[in-house]
């Protein structure tokens, strides 16, 4: 499968970005020893009086390094001494995101015990329910069952939801709509989770979103940055050469001869961009422009 949009590939390299924890170089014993997991180094420097919330150039602190690397001990002995739960390094992240955004279960159980903030947002508006939808289905049921917010947005209007479509795997969509997530939630180009996932090939997410209530005749908004406006789910599916999001799409009732703000309707994006296959079953289905 080859994505040519610009906004799933940002959003997906941005996410591999934001979710890698910075380990820069610390002058701070205490900070590099919790970052090789030296578990018996950081009790004697803890014992010899260095600060618990100390932190590398970055502002990640021990408990972040630890909680990233999902070290339980090392975890459990910073919060024995101290370690504040809900510091945030310079990108507005916490130790819970890092351990949330790799799945961290274990991890993510005790820092919330010991009072960890779900609801807490980064420099961007990500939570760590956002950051675990990419793929940790588990870590999103923890994250929902202690009061992460499933309607939060990003500052670019992406949900949980989202997050959760641009994953290899459709369990966090199911999770998220059962908790009430709004299939219909927009960014702020007015894309759903199931453009999304049209985009992706993902028929499991896109039957079960459109089960969920998601309108499959949804449109972007006019001022759209990066194509024309109005562009709707069977666009999106045309255009990336998804044949398998085409017929399921028409199945659940697309409009195959909707047409965005430059006129162009899913069977002129599938002549130009999605081969000769996606083009028939738009024809059969009835496309006329």
């Not at 803890?46 to 990640?60: E, H, I, K």
């Not at 459990?76 to 949330?100: I, S």
């Not at 009072?115 to 956002?130: E, F, V």
Request: charged residues 20%.
């Amino acid at each position: 499968m080859t994505l040519n949009t610009p906004l799933l590939w940002t959003s997906i390299i941005l996410f591999v970005s934001l979710t890698s924890c910075d380990r820069a170089e610390s002058d701070d014993p205490l900070v590099a020893a919790a970052d090789r997991g030296d578990v018996r180094e950081v009790t004697a420097l803890l014992n010899r009086g260095y600060d618990v919330n100390s932190r590398n150039p970055a502002g990640n602190t021990a408990l972040v390094l630890a909680a990233s690397r999902g070290n339980d001990s090392l975890v459990q002995l910073l919060l024995d001494r101290g370690a504040k739960l809900n510091l945030k390094n310079d990108g507005g992240r916490t130790a819970l995101m890092f351990a949330a955004s790799d799945g961290r279960d274990s991890v993510v159980v005790n820092l919330l015990d010991r009072g960890a903030d779900p609801k807490l947002a980064d420099n961007d508006g990500r939570t760590a329910l956002m950051f675990a939808a990419y793929g940790h289905s588990k870590t999103v049921e923890i994250l929902i069952t202690r009061g992460a917010d499933v309607h939060a947005k990003a500052g670019d209007g992406m949900t949980a939801l989202m997050w959760a479509a641009t994953s290899p795997d459709p369990a966090g969509v199911k999770v998220l709509l059962a908790a009430g997530a709004n299939p219909n939630a927009t960014d702020n180009e007015g894309e759903t989770a199931l453009m999304i996932a049209a985009m992706k090939g993902d028929t499991e997410s896109i039957n079960a979103l459109i089960a969920g209530g998601a309108d499959v005749n949804a449109k972007t908004v006019d001022s759209a940055f990066y194509r024309p406006g109005r562009w709707t789910a069977l666009m999106s599916a045309a255009s990336e050469g998804q044949p398998d999001s085409v017929r399921a799409l028409l199945a659940k009732g697309a409009d195959v001869n909707a047409t965005n703000l430059a006129g162009e309707s899913a069977l002129t994006i599938a002549k130009r961009d999605g081969g000769t296959d996606i083009v028939e079953l738009l024809r059969k289905a009835g496309a006329n422009r």
